[in-house]
């Protein structure tokens, strides 16, 4: 029995699934796979799972043992429902938990559990007909992210096969249950696919009770869209009556900027109601990483001007919509507004306060990327200011180049953007760019992430499972046949499939890892000379994030593609600061010169050797980004647990019982360093650059020529178009700081096209030299 807190019990009378719950628990019996669509904030997150809770799902000695699981494509989203989901459990507040790459909290007694999907993707690996499991929520369906296709699509198969195994083998086999919920209508890649469910499974839709919102265009796109969100918001919250305002801008140094701003012109009586907010950052190497929480760091604006922009503020003011209505008594326009911050990286402490009361006579106002579009709901939100962009990872089809971009959004988010302003009564949304650019730049609607992305470790890991024939497998939209025979030909490059494409062992060895294919590839082969402990050092390093804070940071607004000319701007105090960052590099460059990687390696070791107490100061004195160091130490601790597990070695209880003493390297001999380097061109064989005067006699290298401005040749075509055909060193590479001709081969980690910079030049992040 559950004991519910009164407020609790009133608050979930009014969400709109409530009165559905009879309605979804019937379709749920007759069904082993049923779809729910329902606006956002109408309760599936935080209901449907205690509906299944509270019809036996979960409990030990019910029909259905199996505990209750709930995939989230953001492990935001999985944390704070698994904490909401207990809060309205009350008494049962203990049967919840959650599961996120570096973070769980499940025990014995947990019914309900909330996860990534990429975590339930791994589970499946382990065990394909996930017995544990009675039941399945697979949430915000509509995202199309890549896992949750790939997880719909599996599950699809593990459906029939559970229900085959309860039919023959009853005593040990339960039927599962699969629920797939989305924000959004547009079900039918799923719904009416008929290589994923031969019936079609019943749509059950949530009934939602959304007032109108005016949708406010801009006259005019403004290319800087922080200034006009600053000034929209203040115009709202000085001229119209209550409500919340919720601003959509693309990322952390974006949204923190705002926050600034708006606080300070409209502060709050007692000021200590703001927290400190410690400093996160992440870096676009983690593929794990989720891609708004990715800050470029140089120029990010790829705005689209419109002609003829002679417009001025007055002007735009005159005529500007949505504000005929006027403050209401006892408001001023001087009033004070309570301003929060909500991204990813931001503490879960921090983001849970969206959901509390504003102090008294203060208006909300939140300042959100993306995931204010579905996954968390911010109750009271009356004004939507939609700044219509977001951050895009996007791939070239011919060469799988990556890079980071701020772009539109689809119609279908304007419209989920706008929604949010009329979940409580009748809104607004000031849209600040205008109807035109609407109608010719947005598309309807987002393209699903399979169809964008390489698909190299989805391949493997389905190879692993056993799933043979990819280009069979019944995916919510397919991915390109390219795409995967190109996947297919790095993992044969890696050796991790053979000529007739089957897994090999050395693949199967690789799919041990939580880790994209080249680093366990990495791991694999790095078992020699003593070298595993720097190898899994490394592959954490390379794979959480590049934690050395660039110089291009340090001294703000230095454009890395003028650097020379810059050089004289810097002010006497960057100098200062410049030289001690100088010195610190140099310290972690004397292992080699010439390898990106053992500089990483230098760091880490570095590290170990320095006291609990003072890591934070040794960070800071070496302009290392603290969050990544520390991310790398606890992937540095999951690895080398399961590479114990997986040598037979499997004494030690859980990654968290690696001492931080067992991690303590000592820097590697000469012959290990040579080795090390073999490891990771292992892992990169594919990515061999040639320094362009080695193999063409047109290119000459002259002395005056800086480091960064030497081209290279890729072994595999990168040709993008509109760019240079060659690859250019990183400026950010050790490879700059070494004032000696760069090596004729090196192995690169990735190729970025620098879109903000004219000559779209191919930037190649190197790791090592090849000797
Ligand atoms: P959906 O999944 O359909 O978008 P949710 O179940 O996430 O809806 O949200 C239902 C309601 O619960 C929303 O009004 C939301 O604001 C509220 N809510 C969610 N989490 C919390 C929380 N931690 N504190 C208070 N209210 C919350
Ligand atoms: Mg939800």
Redesign the pocket.
Known sequence: HIDRDDDIQV?RMK?P?VGEEHTILEAIHHNDCVIIC??????????IPQFLFESGYGSPNSETPGIIGVTQPRRVAAV??A??VG?ELGNCRNKVGYQIRFDANVSEGTAIKFMTDGVLLREMMTDFLLTKYSALII?EAHERNINTDILIGMLSRVLKLRREKAETDAQNYRPLKLVVMS?TLSVSDFSENSRLFRTPPPIVSVPARQYPVSIHFNRRTVPNYNEEAFRKTCKIHSKLPPGGILVFLTGKSEINEMVKRLRKRYPLAKKKLYNDIPEVRTDPRNVEVETEEIEFGVSESTDTFEENDDFTEQDEDEEEEGFEENLEDGQTPEDPLYVLPLYSLLPTKEQ?KI?EKPPQGARLCVVATNIAE?S????NIRYVVDCGRSKERKYSENTGVQSFEIGWISKASADQRAGRAG?TGPGHCYRLFSSAVYESEFSTFSIPEIQRMPVESVVLTMKAMGIDNIVNFPFVTPPKKEMIRKAETLLRNLGALDDKKNITKLGQKMNSFPLSPRFSKMLVVGNQQGCLPYIIALVSGLSVGDPFISEFEIVPKKDPEEQEEQKDYITEEQRNVLSKFNKSRAVFSKLDKFSDVLQLLSAICAQDHVAKADRMKFYDNNFLRSKIMEDILKLRKQLTYIVKINKGKGLVASASTVSDDELKLELPSKPQIMAIKQMVAAGFIDQIAIRADLIDRDVKLSNNMTISSIPYVTLLPTHEPDTEPNAFIHPASILCKSGELPPSYLIYESLNVNTSSETKKLRMKPLNDIS
Do not use: N
């Not at 329902?38 to 209901?47: D, I, L, N, V």
């Not at 968390?376 to 109750?379: A, D, R, V």
């Open positions: 608050a969400l699934v329902g606006e956002t904030g109408s309760g599936k997150t935080t209901q704070a429902m904490e909401r809060q949430d924000a849970m959901f579905t968390l709901t911010i109750p979940r």
